[in-house]
Structures are given as structure tokens and as C-alpha cells.
């Protein structure tokens, strides 16, 4: 990153942004609910040391089956560490084992116990003390087994699973991995839980087959800035062998901690029974949330006996809101016409290195820097996405449209197609009371389903969520259509053969996806798709694309420009993801990997609003040069500003350029601001020959009401000195779990600190204190090639707070190369229960960091024969994903 000075001022900048705060601790669910202090139900980590082995094995369910050999690892857990460049099914497919050992607090004898996996990808098994509990197929919804009669109180207890994430079209999204736009990075990789309660609770949703039921479920209804009606629909179990008589307590909170609305119904459950229990709240003057103003309410409920003592409670946290898409007059939000489109992005939740095994930061991380970058809806590509993300989605500000699992694939076999309808079921019931949800996508992406599917699943949304503000959508060219109120499609804005046709006066619409534009569906070359590496002039064209071309296309002007009935679109894609069908991974993300900006994420920036409003994100006024003052670089200047004026002052004889930023002619702002002919490097060396480097530099102003509210300057690299090193991690504190990990980013820097972009080296890292470096030489993680200036890398913590060290070096250092970097950090203690055999975590530092090959040398040899013939098939594969994608008409 180049030397970035940025100064607000005036009243747009009076506010404190949440960007600003240190230390920040986002709070996250466990297995759907926030925990309550003396509620008699307390959940545990299970996270932390896991044995691991890669490969099938046979008796490794059982309990005394010796596991001493295996790896130990921790979860969220994705088989193995990737390469940055991990598409064209570079990743396993196969069986896999884990095994957990753990001793239960005696506490909890005679309490209920439910194991809860957030997903385990693919097909599953689940084993506890070699008895099998569960068996799933679904690879990103929960996993719930009921353990309590089979734990052993007096030793050693042993968790089993089997996981298979290998192709199987019984079971969606279906498809092959070769030929599917994303990959099954498999393993249990997401959190693990050990629910313990008494035996009268609040049931989970995903584990009762419960419709519109089943939990908490929490509707809102008749609201208003004055009023609104807060429905909430408990499901109660008895498992004791008499009667139980009670109430059921509800208490809404304000973010000051003042108790606004307090119920309570009375309790009278009969032995070894369930039933649910309703009551309405009704809140006076509520906050209501929208994404510049996400305000949640804490919701408390307690189970209390006869005696007034609490035996089962939780809080969640409700957003009070309505949504209604009205066809022409289009998406209303709290009983008002919203006021601009909304802009949004896909996300697939893929990491460098960690595949589909992110942390729960990680996913705040990501729901940050797009809500900061002025995102306002979020589209789950193209399955239900781990639940920190959509807290983070409730506490941030994003809309979230949820995905069933699919990708251009049906299956005439009857258990397919039942095996939709749950995963249907349990992500409504899974997500359904997040303030954040603004639409159901229930039919499979780009499918050629039968007619009846479309009418099924969208009954089965609205079976299981009959309240108001319950929206499906799907695509305007897919068969079902006329059974959904909101569709997909590209607004008209010229004669594009790929925009919608025909216009339905009843119906609202939206683009899934746009900002793609290939040459073929096949090779995938597109302005678009850019790698940060390839440097400024990809860059510049990318976003460019992306605001406004000089073609037609979907991008963000077309969307501003569309009537009310079209409320926006959702970019392909936020972030750089790997593949499976292509060997390239797609590059078109406003960041890479490592969530690492791109101009086109100052781009987007720059057509945020310029008032600052929103405390949850970083908005306001900004500017930014997209230059590095190369020998290299463009004589034109591209700065990306969202205020009035733009002016840019040059090292050029000193000259003052004022530019003016243009409005389009329905009086949206353009956020490209281009000075021509501005930079020369000759001058530059100019004044270096003259010792006068410092009056080398750029600097951009940026003026509202003429007032100057933001600036950057920027002046050149000079010579690499030193290494540079920073975190990336938003403000937030690393927790020492065993699993939290942070990105700490290295540059290479003149001795001003400006970060050499045009640069070869290699950084070798080594970290010390608690935490550990994730990925090795082998996938090139460390040492890790420079791309564009910097080398990121990803530091877990230990389940030890404490201080960690970060050192970086140049591979090859000499008396003359850069100096090392240090940074220095600390990770805090976790604020859950981490359930775990110390013994097991031991090992791990004398176990090898990944489980021995076991592929002979012959067996390799055939695989290669193996493979060459997949090719060939996969040709034949991708001639339908071709088809099928023209067929949807994927302009994007």
C-alpha cells in the first residue's frame, strides 16, 4: 500500500465510524442462539484437538480404535491448506476421518446433550463411543445428533466422523466438481458444539421436523415508526416422566440495556411432550433497522418453573423491520419507498490457504470491508453461508438474499429432489430470524428443473415462515417464473440481447449477478477478471467496467438508471475464488483472497454516499489517486472520489490541477475523476537528480459545498529498504480459541514507508509466541511470493492468550536487501468453553503438521492414466455448462 494520508473535515466527518474503534469483539452465535448467564444451559467449544486422517479406514468409528498416529488438527477444518491458485480441482475429494477425545464436566450429568456441527461438507457419519448417531447429506447446513445416552461419565469419550466430500448427484448441489463454478472444499469446516440443557428447553429448529416451527421463531408485523407487533413462537420439550408447570418469559432490550417490552405466558407441558407457545409483543416507538441504521434489540427468554427459577433460556438478537416489493412502485422498507437502488455482491466464503474453513472473524472481516466499501445486499453464491457471517449481516447493515444449494444440475431420482425440499426447510428454519434476510432463493441456480419444483419451493418457504415480509425469488428465464413475485434478470438500458424482454407490471426485479463479461464459456478471458499482480492498467480497466464503459453493459451506472420496479443488482463477484471446472480461479473480485483491495474496491467507494451516517461501517467522503508514479505509469491520472470537487495538486512546476466532477445527465455522480496528461517521470527524475525527492508526490482533494472534506497523497517508491508489516483484521481482537486466525500483511517499503508495487522477493516468515503460521513451502505460503508490493500470510492463535511475535525477511538476504520486519501482537482469551483432551493438543507440536501420502508410487502412475481420461470426459462436461450458461443468458 502506498503512503496513504486520508483527513476528514468539517461536519461530514464529525461522526465516529465503528472502523475507528480498537479491540472490537464481534459476538457470535452458538448453535443458533447467544448464551444466557444462569440459564442451566451452557455450550462448549469442540473445536480444539481433533485427530485427523485423510484417506478411508476401516473400524476408525470404533472406541478403541488407535488414532495416536493421526495429525491433530483444529476445526473450522478443510482437509488440507491450498495454494492461492487452487482452481481446476486442485483440492481432495474423498473419505476423511476425525476423532475427538473428551471427559465431560461431571455437571452436566443428567442434563441433555446435543452435538451441533454448523456443516460438515458432503456426505456424513456420526459416532459417539462406536455407537452411530447420525447420518447427513447436505454440506452446509447443521448436523445435530442427540448424544445423552451414550456418553461415558467415567472415561474417555470418543466423537467419530466420517466425511466424504466426492461427487455424488444423489444428494445437491449434485454436480461434478469438474464441472462446477465452485469447489467442494470438504471436512468439518465450520464450528462444532456441545449444547448442554436441562431436560424442559427450547428445542432447536434444525434438529425437530417441525414446519413453521420447531426453537424460536420471531416475526415482525404492523410496523411502523410509532408501533410494531413482535410475534415470537417458542417450541418447548419435556423429557421429564411427569408434568411440568411453568412460564415462559420474554424480555425486548434496548441497545442501552433498558428492558422496553416484558411478557410472559404461562407453561403447562405434559411429561415426554413438546408444544409450541405464542405470544405477541408489542413495541412502542421502535428502532427499526435498515443497513445505514442496523439497530438489534436483544430478545431474553426464560423457562422458570413453579419456584421462579430459571431452567432454560438464551437471547437472540431481532431487528425490527418490514419489507414489501410493490412491482412498479418497488422495494419499500419500513413502510417507505427505499430511496436508490440496491447495490450488492455475491459471495462465495472461500479463503486463501483455508479453502472453506474460515474462522467466525474471518466472516465478520468480509461482511466489514463490503459494507464499508458501500455494499447494501449480499447474495449467498450459491449456498447457505456460515452463521457468523449472517450475524455479522444483522449487526453491519447487509440485506442477505439465501441460497439453496445448487449449480446447473437436476436429477430425475426421487430422493434429489426430496433432499432439496430439506435443504430448503432447515435454511428457513436455520436463518429465518435475521433482521438481515431480505429474500429466499429456493430453486437451483441456472437449472432446468421440472415446472412443478419452482411452485414447490416456494410453498415450502412460505409453509415454514407464513408471516409478512417472507420474498422468493427467482430467474426470469427459468421455468417457474410466474410463481414468484420478484425476478432476476439485466435491466434495458440499449439493445442487449441478454436484458429482460418483457416486463411484468405485478412483478419486482433484480440482477443476481452482472459485471461478468467473458469472451467465451469456456476460456474465461475477461476485462473483468484481474489479478492484482497484473498492476495499475488491468486494475484501472476493471473498474472502469464496472462503473461505466464505454459499451453497454450491466454495471453500476445501468443499474442507477433503471426505474423503481428494477432495486438493483448484486456483483460477480466480491472476492477472487477458486473453481472447480477451470483452471484459473476467478480473478474478477474487488479483492483477491486475502481480501486484499483492488482499485475497482475504491471504485465502489467512491459511489457510496458521501454523508456519514452510518456508524456500523466506514462511509463518508473519500478520494483516492489509482496511481503508483512508476516509470511505468499511465500520464493520465484516475482518481476516485464520491465528493462534489476534485482537485489534484502535482510535483509538475509546481502547477495546480482543479477538476470538477461531472454529473451523468439524471444527476448521478461519476466517481471516475481523470486528469490527462498529468504524470511524466521525467520530471520526476528531474528533481530526483537535483536531491529533491521530497517535492516529488501527488495529492487529491476532495471538496463538498467547497468545503475540503478528504485527502490523498501519494509519492513514489524509492528504493526497497525495509519490510513493512500490519494486520488486517478490521479492528478486531484475535481470540485465543485454537482456531481464529488473522492476516498479517508485509510490504516492501523505501525507508518513507511507500510500498515498492513493482517487486520480485520472496518473504520467508517465522512467528514466535502463541500462534503458528498456517500453510508451508509447499503450497508456497511461506515463503511467500511478493504480488503487487505485499506478501499476506495467516497466523492462528493458540488456546493460550498471550503475546505474538511476526518476523519477516527477504529469502536471500544480503547487506544490501531489505531490513526484517517485526510486528508484535496479542490474541485474548476466548470467551466460550473449550471442551478438549489436553493430551491430544500435546501432540500436535510432535506430529507432523499434515497426514503422510498414502498413494504409492505405483498408484500414482495409474491415477495419471486416470486423469487423462477425465479430461477427455470433462470436455464433453463442459460443452453443457457452456450451453446451459447462454442459455440463462449469463452477461452478468
Same mark, same amino acid.
Given at each position: 500500500?502506498?503512503?496513504?494520508?486520508?483527513?476528514?473535515?468539517?461536519?461530514?466527518?464529525?461522526?465516529?465510524?465503528?472502523?475507528?474503534?480498537?479491540?472490537?469483539?464481534?459476538?457470535?452465535?452458538?448453535?443458533?442462539?447467544?448464551?444466557?448467564? #444462569?440459564?442451566?444451559?451452557?455450550?462448549?467449544? *469442540?473445536?480444539?484437538?481433533?485427530?485427523?486422517?485423510?484417506?478411508?479406514?476401516?473400524?476408525?468409528?470404533?472406541?478403541?480404535?488407535?488414532?495416536?498416529?493421526?495429525?491433530?488438527?483444529?476445526?473450522? =477444518?478443510?482437509?488440507?491448506?491450498?495454494?492461492?491458485?487452487?482452481?481446476?480441482?486442485?483440492?481432495?475429494?474423498? +473419505?476423511?476421518? &476425525?476423532?475427538?477425545?473428551?471427559?465431560?464436566? =461431571?455437571?452436566?450429568?443428567?442434563?441433555?446433550?446435543?452435538?451441533?456441527?454448523?456443516?460438515?461438507?458432503?456426505?456424513?457419519?456420526?459416532?459417539?463411543?462406536?455407537?452411530?448417531?447420525?447420518?447427513?447429506?447436505?454440506?452446509?447446513?447443521?448436523?445435530?445428533?442427540?448424544?445423552?445416552?451414550?456418553?461415558?461419565?467415567?472415561?474417555?469419550?470418543?466423537?467419530?466422523?466420517?466425511?466424504?466430500?466426492?461427487? #455424488?448427484?444423489?444428494?445437491?448441489?449434485?454436480?461434478?466438481?469438474?464441472?462446477?463454478?465452485?469447489?467442494?472444499?470438504?471436512?468439518? &469446516?465450520?464450528?462444532?458444539?456441545?449444547?448442554?440443557?436441562?431436560?424442559?428447553?427450547?428445542?432447536?429448529?434444525?434438529?425437530?421436523?417441525?414446519?413453521?416451527?420447531?426453537?424460536?421463531?420471531?416475526?415482525?408485523?404492523? @410496523?411502523?415508526?410509532?408501533?410494531?407487533?413482535?410475534?415470537?413462537?417458542?417450541?418447548?420439550?419435556?423429557?421429564?416422566?411427569?408434568?411440568?408447570?411453568?412460564?415462559?418469559? %420474554?424480555?425486548?432490550?434496548?441497545?442501552?440495556?433498558? @428492558?422496553?417490552?416484558?411478557?410472559? /405466558?404461562?407453561?403447562?407441558?405434559?411429561?415426554?411432550?413438546?408444544? =409450541?407457545?405464542?405470544?405477541?409483543?408489542?413495541?412502542?416507538?421502535?428502532?427499526?433497522?435498515?443497513?445505514? /441504521?442496523?439497530?438489534?434489540?436483544?430478545?431474553?427468554?426464560?423457562?422458570?418453573?413453579?419456584?421462579?427459577?430459571?431452567?432454560?433460556? &438464551?437471547?437472540? $438478537?431481532?431487528?425490527?423491520?418490514? !419489507?414489501?416489493?410493490?412491482?412498479?412502485?418497488?422495494?419499500?422498507?419500513?413502510?417507505?419507498? &427505499?430511496?436508490?437502488?440496491?447495490?450488492?455482491?455475491?459471495? =462465495?466464503?472461500?479463503?486463501?490457504?483455508?479453502?472453506?474453513?474460515?474462522?467466525?472473524?474471518?466472516?465478520?472481516?468480509?461482511?466489514?470491508?463490503?459494507?464499508?466499501?458501500?455494499?447494501?445486499?449480499?447474495?449467498?453464491?450459491?449456498?447457505?453461508?456460515?452463521?457468523?457471517?449472517?450475524?455479522?449481516?444483522?449487526?453491519?447493515?447487509?440485506?442477505?438474499?439465501?441460497?439453496?444449494?445448487?449449480?446447473?444440475?437436476?436429477?430425475?431420482?426421487?430422493?434429489?429432489?426430496?433432499?432439496?425440499?430439506? #435443504?430448503?426447510?432447515?435454511?428457513?428454519?436455520?436463518?429465518?430470524?435475521?433482521?438481515?434476510?431480505?429474500?429466499?432463493?429456493?430453486?437451483?441456480?441456472?437449472?432446468?428443473?421440472?415446472?412443478?419444483?419452482?411452485?414447490?419451493?416456494?410453498?415450502?418457504?412460505?409453509?415454514?415462515?407464513? %408471516?409478512?415480509?417472507?420474498?422468493?425469488?427467482?430467474?426470469?428465464?427459468?421455468?417457474?417464473?410466474?410463481?414468484?413475485?420478484?425476478?432476476?434478470?439485466?435491466?434495458?438500458?440499449?439493445?442487449?440481447?441478454?436484458?429482460?424482454?418483457?416486463?411484468?407490471?405485478?412483478?419486482?426485479?433484480?440482477?443476481?449477478?452482472?459485471?461478468?463479461?467473458?469472451?467465451?464459456?469456456?476460456?474465461?478471458?475477461?476485462?473483468?477478471?484481474?489479478?492484482?499482480?497484473?498492476?495499475?492498467?488491468? *486494475?484501472?480497466?476493471?473498474?472502469?467496467?464496472?462503473?461505466?464503459?464505454?459499451?453497454?453493459?450491466?454495471?453500476?451506472?445501468?443499474?442507477?438508471?433503471?426505474?423503481?420496479?428494477?432495486?438493483?443488482?448484486?456483483?460477480?463477484?466480491?472476492?477472487?475464488?477458486?473453481?472447480?471446472?477451470?483452471?484459473?480461479?476467478?480473478?474478477?473480485?474487488?479483492?483477491?483472497?486475502?481480501?486484499?483491495?483492488?482499485?475497482?474496491?475504491?471504485?465502489?467507494?467512491?459511489?457510496?454516499?458521501?454523508?456519514?451516517?452510518?456508524?456500523?461501517?466506514?462511509?463518508?467522503?473519500?478520494?483516492?489517486?489509482?496511481?503508483? *508514479?512508476?516509470?511505468?505509469?499511465?500520464?493520465?491520472?484516475?482518481?476516485?472520489?464520491?465528493?462534489?470537487?476534485?482537485?489534484?495538486?502535482?510535483?509538475?512546476?509546481?502547477?495546480?490541477?482543479?477538476?470538477?466532477?461531472?454529473?451523468?445527465?439524471?444527476?448521478?455522480?461519476?466517481?471516475? @475523476?481523470?486528469?490527462?496528461?498529468?504524470?511524466?517521470?521525467?520530471?520526476?527524475?528531474?528533481?530526483?537528480?537535483? $536531491?529533491?525527492?521530497?517535492?516529488?508526490? *501527488?495529492?487529491?482533494?476532495?471538496?463538498?459545498?467547497?468545503?475540503?472534506?478528504?485527502?490523498?497523497?501519494?509519492?513514489?517508491?524509492?528504493?526497497?529498504?525495509?519490510?513493512?508489516?500490519?494486520?488486517?483484521? +478490521?479492528?478486531?481482537?484475535?481470540?485465543?480459541?485454537?482456531?481464529?486466525?488473522?492476516?498479517?500483511?508485509?510490504?516492501?517499503?523505501?525507508?518513507?514507508?511507500?510500498?515498492?508495487?513493482?517487486?520480485?522477493?520472496? !518473504?520467508?516468515?517465522?512467528?514466535?509466541?502463541?500462534?503458528?503460521?498456517?500453510?508451508?513451502?509447499? !503450497?508456497?505460503?511461506?515463503?511467500?511470493?511478493?504480488?503487487?508490493?505485499?506478501?499476506?500470510?495467516?497466523?492462528?492463535?493458540?488456546?493460550?492468550?498471550?503475546?505474538?511475535? @511476526?518476523?519477516?525477511?527477504?529469502?536471500?538476504?544480503?547487506?544490501?536487501?531489505?531490513?526484517?520486519?517485526?510486528?508484535?501482537?496479542?490474541?485474548?482469551?476466548?470467551?466460550?468453553?473449550?471442551?478438549?483432551?489436553?493430551?491430544?493438543?500435546?501432540?500436535?507440536?510432535?506430529?507432523?503438521?499434515?497426514?503422510?501420502?498414502?498413494?504409492?508410487?505405483?498408484?500414482?502412475?495409474?491415477?495419471?492414466?486416470?486423469?487423462?481420461?477425465?479430461?477427455?470426459?470433462?470436455?464433453?462436461?463442459?460443452?453443457?455448462?457452456?450451453?446451459?450458461?447462454?442459455?440463462?443468458?449469463?452477461?452478468?
Amino acid at each position: 500500500m502506498k503512503k496513504i494520508r486520508i483527513v476528514l473535515f468539517g461536519v461530514v466527518g464529525l461522526l465516529v465510524s465503528m472502523a475507528s474503534l480498537a479491540n472490537y469483539t464481534p459476538e457470535f452465535s452458538t448453535a443458533g442462539f447467544f448464551q444466557l448467564k #444462569d440459564s442451566g444451559r451452557e455450550v462448549y467449544s *469442540m473445536n480444539v484437538a481433533w485427530r485427523f486422517y485423510k484417506g478411508a479406514v476401516e473400524g476408525a468409528e470404533a472406541s478403541d480404535f488407535n488414532d495416536s498416529q493421526w495429525a491433530v488438527v483444529a476445526l473450522p =477444518h478443510g482437509i488440507e491448506y491450498l495454494p492461492t491458485e487452487a482452481s481446476g480441482c486442485v483440492n481432495y475429494q474423498g +473419505e476423511v476421518w &476425525y476423532r475427538k477425545h473428551f471427559e465431560p464436566d =461431571h455437571t452436566l450429568k443428567g442434563k441433555k446433550l446435543f452435538l451441533h456441527f454448523e456443516a460438515i461438507m458432503g456426505k456424513s457419519k456420526v459416532w459417539i463411543n462406536g455407537q452411530l448417531v447420525k447420518e447427513h447429506f447436505s454440506g452446509f447446513l447443521p448436523v445435530i445428533a442427540d448424544v445423552t445416552p451414550y456418553i461415558n461419565w467415567d472415561g474417555d469419550n470418543v466423537i467419530a466422523v466420517l466425511a466424504d466430500n466426492s461427487n #455424488d448427484p444423489l444428494y445437491p448441489p449434485g454436480k461434478p466438481q469438474e464441472t462446477l463454478d465452485f469447489a467442494y472444499f470438504g471436512g468439518i &469446516y465450520r464450528d462444532c458444539w456441545l449444547v448442554a440443557h436441562n431436560n424442559i428447553y427450547i428445542t432447536n429448529p434444525n434438529y425437530e421436523d417441525e414446519i413453521a416451527g420447531g426453537g424460536l421463531l420471531v416475526a415482525s408485523d404492523k @410496523v411502523s415508526e410509532f408501533s410494531a407487533e413482535v410475534t415470537v413462537k417458542a417450541h418447548l420439550r419435556n423429557e421429564l416422566k411427569r408434568s411440568f408447570r411453568g412460564v415462559i418469559e %420474554y424480555e425486548l432490550i434496548n441497545n442501552k440495556g433498558e @428492558v422496553v417490552v416484558r411478557s410472559e /405466558s404461562a407453561l403447562r407441558l405434559k411429561a415426554q411432550k413438546a408444544q =409450541h407457545v405464542t405470544n405477541k409483543l408489542t413495541v412502542d416507538k421502535p428502532n427499526l433497522w435498515s443497513p445505514d /441504521s442496523p439497530y438489534l434489540y436483544r430478545l431474553v427468554v426464560r423457562v422458570k418453573d413453579e419456584n421462579n427459577q430459571m431452567v432454560d433460556g &438464551y437471547r437472540r $438478537r431481532i431487528g425490527i423491520r418490514s !419489507i414489501e416489493f410493490k412491482g412498479q412502485d418497488g422495494f419499500w422498507l419500513n413502510g417507505k419507498p &427505499y430511496p436508490q437502488p440496491l447495490i450488492g455482491a455475491n459471495r =462465495h466464503q472461500d479463503f486463501a490457504v483455508l479453502g472453506n474453513a474460515l474462522p467466525n472473524s474471518l466472516h465478520w472481516r468480509d461482511a466489514k470491508k463490503l459494507r464499508d466499501v458501500g455494499l447494501k445486499v449480499i447474495r449467498n453464491a450459491h449456498y447457505p453461508q456460515d452463521p457468523a457471517f449472517m450475524d455479522a449481516c444483522d449487526e453491519l447493515g447487509l440485506f442477505v438474499i439465501v441460497n439453496t444449494p445448487g449449480w446447473q444440475f437436476w436429477n430425475d431420482e426421487p430422493i434429489f429432489e426430496q433432499r432439496v425440499y430439506s #435443504d430448503i426447510r432447515n435454511m428457513v428454519r436455520r436463518d429465518r430470524n435475521h433482521a438481515s434476510i431480505w429474500l429466499w432463493e429456493p430453486i437451483l441456480n441456472e437449472t432446468w428443473y421440472p415446472d412443478y419444483f419452482a411452485k414447490n419451493t416456494r410453498a415450502i418457504v412460505e409453509s415454514e415462515f407464513p %408471516y409478512p415480509g417472507c420474498y422468493c425469488a427467482c430467474d426470469a428465464e427459468a421455468k417457474g417464473n410466474e410463481h414468484f413475485d420478484i425476478l432476476f434478470g439485466h435491466p434495458s438500458t440499449g439493445d442487449q440481447n441478454w436484458a429482460l424482454k418483457h416486463i411484468d407490471p405485478n412483478k419486482t426485479y433484480f440482477t443476481r449477478e452482472w459485471g461478468d463479461n467473458v469472451d467465451d464459456w469456456n476460456s474465461h478471458n475477461s476485462p473483468s477478471r484481474v489479478n492484482k499482480s497484473w498492476g495499475e492498467q488491468a *486494475m484501472l480497466i476493471q473498474a472502469k467496467h464496472y462503473a461505466k464503459p464505454d459499451y453497454q453493459y450491466t454495471c453500476y451506472d445501468a443499474l442507477y438508471r433503471t426505474s423503481r420496479q428494477h432495486v438493483g443488482g448484486a456483483l460477480w463477484h466480491s472476492f477472487d475464488h477458486q473453481r472447480g471446472y477451470h483452471p484459473d480461479p476467478f480473478y474478477g473480485g474487488i479483492m483477491d483472497v486475502f481480501r486484499q483491495p483492488k482499485y475497482s474496491y475504491e471504485l465502489f467507494k467512491a459511489q457510496r454516499s458521501p454523508i456519514q451516517t452510518d456508524l456500523m461501517a466506514e462511509t463518508g467522503p473519500t478520494v483516492f489517486i489509482a496511481h503508483e *508514479m512508476t516509470p511505468f505509469s499511465s500520464p493520465d491520472i484516475t482518481v476516485y472520489s464520491n465528493c462534489d470537487e476534485v482537485r489534484l495538486q502535482v510535483f509538475k512546476e509546481g502547477k495546480q490541477y482543479v477538476y470538477k466532477r461531472e454529473k451523468t445527465e439524471n444527476g448521478i455522480p461519476n466517481p471516475i @475523476v481523470v486528469f490527462s496528461g498529468v504524470y511524466d517521470f521525467m520530471a520526476d527524475k528531474a528533481l530526483s537528480r537535483k $536531491r529533491k525527492q521530497e517535492e516529488v508526490f *501527488m495529492q487529491a482533494d476532495g471538496y463538498i459545498n467547497g468545503e475540503k472534506v478528504a485527502t490523498h497523497r501519494i509519492e513514489p517508491a524509492r528504493r526497497p529498504e525495509k519490510l513493512v508489516l500490519w494486520l488486517d483484521d +478490521e479492528g478486531t481482537e484475535l481470540l485465543a480459541d485454537g482456531s481464529d486466525c488473522v492476516t498479517v500483511v508485509a510490504g516492501v517499503a523505501d525507508k518513507n514507508g511507500n510500498i515498492k508495487r513493482l517487486n520480485n522477493y520472496f !518473504i520467508r516468515f517465522t512467528v514466535e509466541g502463541e500462534g503458528t503460521l498456517l500453510g508451508d513451502e509447499s !503450497i508456497m505460503a511461506n515463503p511467500r511470493p511478493v504480488n503487487w508490493g505485499t506478501a499476506p500470510v495467516l497466523v492462528q492463535a493458540t488456546t493460550q492468550p498471550g503475546e505474538i511475535k @511476526v518476523t519477516a525477511s527477504v529469502l536471500f538476504e544480503g547487506s544490501q536487501t531489505p531490513i526484517r520486519g517485526e510486528l508484535t501482537f496479542s490474541s485474548v482469551g476466548a470467551s466460550n468453553h473449550l471442551l478438549f483432551n489436553i493430551s491430544e493438543l500435546a501432540d500436535k507440536a510432535r506430529n507432523a503438521a499434515s497426514t503422510p501420502s498414502q498413494i504409492t508410487k505405483s498408484d500414482q502412475e495409474l491415477l495419471k492414466e486416470v486423469e487423462a481420461l477425465k479430461r477427455e470426459l470433462n470436455d464433453l462436461k463442459l460443452k453443457e455448462v457452456e450451453r446451459q450458461q447462454e442459455a440463462f443468458g449469463e452477461k452478468k
